[in-house]
């Protein structure tokens, strides 16, 4: 009986390891409004009235991701006042996402490195409170003022 317990036992923490596994990856097959979450973003979580949206062709020299891996992209970019931004890029592929994370990623050292000298507060805010998430095909940068209140939208629209 003991045995019996004891293989009972052993299986269910191996299926429960097993799934613990795969929680990790964003599901592959969310779909994103781009337009809607961008506009959530910009009405909930930034106070920078200033920010205005980026024409698409100036997105590639801004961020510097491979435009053949895109398929759409759009962002909202401060005129300068504040860090403030956000940029939302639906790669062809799930797989081209690591590759417009870390374009994000530089885009924000980047930035924060200019920030620097004439405005610390915000080069700080770039390093500490920007967001870069992907899921499925899309990948999303979010400098703002309410970075937890722009988690959790970012959450419900699947990252």
Do not use: H, W
């Amino acid at each position: 009986m003991k045995k019996k317990l004891m293989c009972l036992a052993c299986a269910g923490a191996a299926a429960l390891l097993l799934t613990a596994c795969g929680g990790g990856k964003k599901e592959e097959s969310v779909n994103v409004d781009m337009e809607a979450l961008a506009k959530e973003l910009l009405t909930t979580v930034t106070s920078d009235s200033s920010l205005t949206e980026t024409a698409e062709t100036q997105l590639t020299s801004m961020y510097f991701y491979d435009a053949d891996t895109v398929e759409e992209a759009l962002a909202y970019a401060s005129a300068g006042t504040t860090a403030c931004e956000i940029a939302i890029v639906k790669s062809k592929e799930a797989s081209n996402t690591s590759a417009v994370e870390e374009a994000f990623q530089k885009r924000v050292d980047d930035q924060a490195v200019r920030c620097d000298s004439y405005n610390p507060p915000e080069a700080e805010r770039l390093r500490e409170d920007s967001i870069i998430e992907s899921a499925g095909v899309y990948t999303v940068l979010c400098v703002c003022d309410d970075p937890d209140a722009a988690q959790g939208i970012l959450e419900e629209y699947g990252f």
